[in-house]
């Protein structure tokens, strides 16, 4: 009895070889001409395996998107970091051009230009823009949690951008440069320079709306500033601090009463595509 029991298992191990042998067979060996019972096990089995391979696929699919968006997620905080950096560094180096130039004249350092070198910068992303023409603010997702505090300066990538006047929990506004105006008591004129003339001097205290240039005054007929210039923050001011680059001079001519001249200024940022910005902290300065 055992040993028919034994052979029983023996003959269904064999006739199941011999199937599933038969099954691959016709699965993947390549036939001139198949019978119909050859022919329907062939369907089922490729139907079956077109099954198994849907969702094979969907899952393999699936992983790969996942790692597709790690990729692209690390990637995008490797650009912001490198984009932080960059404007860092290009403060810095017109803060040192800047006090490299009036250390040739005068050997001695004030709090301000120690301080130079120190700003720490917080990278924003911008959540909304005013359309109001005559209200140009933007908001960032960055408030007083973060230590955003007022007047704070603002800046793109390319250069200065505006300063922040109003500041919640989470969130801040940013009064932008082209709302500057001698007639609006709210705005901060800019006190600036040209990039390697450290004795040129003017204040920026208007927008041109309709050229989209800031009206930079109060320039001594004799200042060096010429067309082509890049004008930067020169820290006289008690708010934007030094190096900050704002534009490039596009004109000059004489003022209104003939004592002083007027330049105007093509910015560097671009208000139209505002996204992330940083918002420069002076140690020290609050």
Not at 77 to 92: F, G, S
Not at 189 to 195: D, G, Q, R
Request: aromatic share 8%.
């Amino acid at each position: 009895m055992l040993k028919l029991i034994g052979n029983k298992k023996l003959f269904i191990l064999m006739l199941s070889l011999i199937i599933f042998s038969t099954i691959m067979g016709l699965s993947f060996g390549k036939y001139k001409s198949l019978n119909w019972p050859e022919k329907m096990v062939k369907d089922y089995v490729s139907l079956a395996q077109g099954w198994i391979n849907k969702p094979a696929q969907f899952i393999a699919g699936l992983f790969e998107n996942i790692h597709s968006i790690t990729v692209v997620y690390k990637e995008n905080q490797i650009l912001k970091h490198t984009l932080m950096q960059y404007a860092r560094d290009t403060v810095k180096l017109n803060g040192l051009e800047l006090e490299n130039s009036r250390l040739e004249a005068a050997l001695h350092f004030t709090d301000n230009q120690k301080a130079m070198n120190e700003y720490r910068f917080h990278i924003a992303r911008v959540i909304a823009l005013s359309p109001d023409p005559y209200n140009h603010v933007a908001v960032i997702n960055l408030g007083a949690k973060d230590g955003i505090q007022p007047d704070m300066v603002v800046m793109t990538v390319d250069g200065l951008a505006g300063r922040v006047t109003a500041v919640s929990e989470f969130s801040a506004n940013v009064q932008l440069i082209t709302d500057i105006s001698d007639r609006n008591t709210n705005s901060k004129w800019i006190s600036a320079t040209v990039k390697g003339k450290p004795s040129s001097f003017g204040i920026i205290d208007n927008f041109d709306a309709v050229n989209g240039l800031l009206v930079m005054t109060k320039i001594p007929q004799d200042d060096p500033l010429e067309v082509g210039d890049t004008v930067v923050t020169s820290s006289l001011g008690q708010v934007f601090p030094a190096g900050v680059p704002i534009g490039k001079v596009v004109s000059r001519k004489e003022g209104d009463f003939g004592i002083t001249h007027t330049a105007y200024i093509k910015p560097f940022a671009d208000f139209q595509q505002l996204q992330e910005v940083f918002v420069i902290e002076v140690p020290g300065a609050r």
